[in-house]
């Protein structure tokens, strides 16, 4: 199985500052035939269900600040948000939908306000 | 509108077994490419991606948890049911049902969540 880990478990960043989270796969999600790779960011804050933030790695979904964006491929992706808001404070989680079974989670990085 | 929405026992007892249903509508679960997962939070911790089946009735399980869980769903009740047999404490979460189209791969909706607690 894809084992998906991130880094750092947790950190604390100034308002209007940046925050990066990385992620790291077991194996490569770049699958060749769809030059995608199978990697989503999720949003989650708490008592909240989470909310999805990027998909195949990059793509940021509609209605996603264009603050938070994702980049990488293979094994090494990163979530940025660029200038640090209050409401960003939260846990965040990379997943990998590769191959089977699908749907791996990191471990989760809790992001605070300095 | 997509919703999902998670019923079931909030209390379970070890040695038994927990039986989920997610109940959903804005989508069929019989349109091409469309899937539906379950996924489990313990309290404070991370999310732990459990099953997932697909609209041609194909179903994954996570590695771990395979040989104790079963997935199933009625496409004419729109709904995806989730057993898991031989429950124990460490099995205490909130159990989420979400929709996870496979043109995305990613979930795009998550139901409510329901948290289950294995106790004697």
């Known amino acids: 199985d894809i084992v998906m880990t991130q880094s750092p478990d947790s950190l604390a960043v100034s308002l209007g500052e940046r925050a990066t989270i990385n992620c790291k796969s077991s194996?490569?999600?770049?699958?060749?035939?769809?030059?995608?790779?199978?990697l989503a960011w999720y949003q989650q804050k708490p008592g909240q269900t989470p909310k999805l933030l990027i998909y195949w790695a990059s793509t940021r979904e509609s209605g996603v600040p264009d603050r938070f964006s994702g980049s990488g491929s293979g094994t090494d992706f990163t979530l940025t948000i660029s200038s640090l808001q209050a409401e960003d404070a939260a846990v965040y989680y990379c997943?990998?939908?590769?191959?089977?079974?699908?749907?791996?989670f990191g471990q989760g990085t809790k992001l605070e306000i300095k | 509108q997509v919703t999902l929405r998670e019923s079931g026992p909030t209390l379970v007892k070890p040695t038994q077994t927990l039986t989920l249903t997610c109940t959903f509508s804005g989508f069929s679960l019989s349109t091409s490419g469309m899937c539906v997962s379950w996924i489990r939070q313990p309290p404070g911790k991370a999310l732990e991606w459990l099953a997932l089946?697909?609209?041609?009735?194909?179903?994954y399980y996570s590695t771990s948890l395979q040989t104790r869980l079963t997935i199933s769903k009625d496409t004419s009740k729109n709904q995806v049911v989730l057993t898991m047999t031989n429950m124990d404490p460490v099995d205490t979460a909130t159990y989420y049902c979400?929709?996870?189209?496979?043109?995305?791969?990613?979930?795009?909706?998550w139901g409510q969540g329901t948290l289950v607690t294995v106790s004697s």
């Open positions: 997943q990998h939908y590769y191959s089977t079974p699908p749907g791996t």
């Open positions: 194996q490569s999600v770049l699958f060749s035939s769809t030059n995608k790779n199978y």
């Open positions: 089946i697909d609209w041609d009735d194909d179903k």
């Open positions: 979400a929709r996870t189209p496979s043109f995305l791969g990613a979930v795009d909706s």
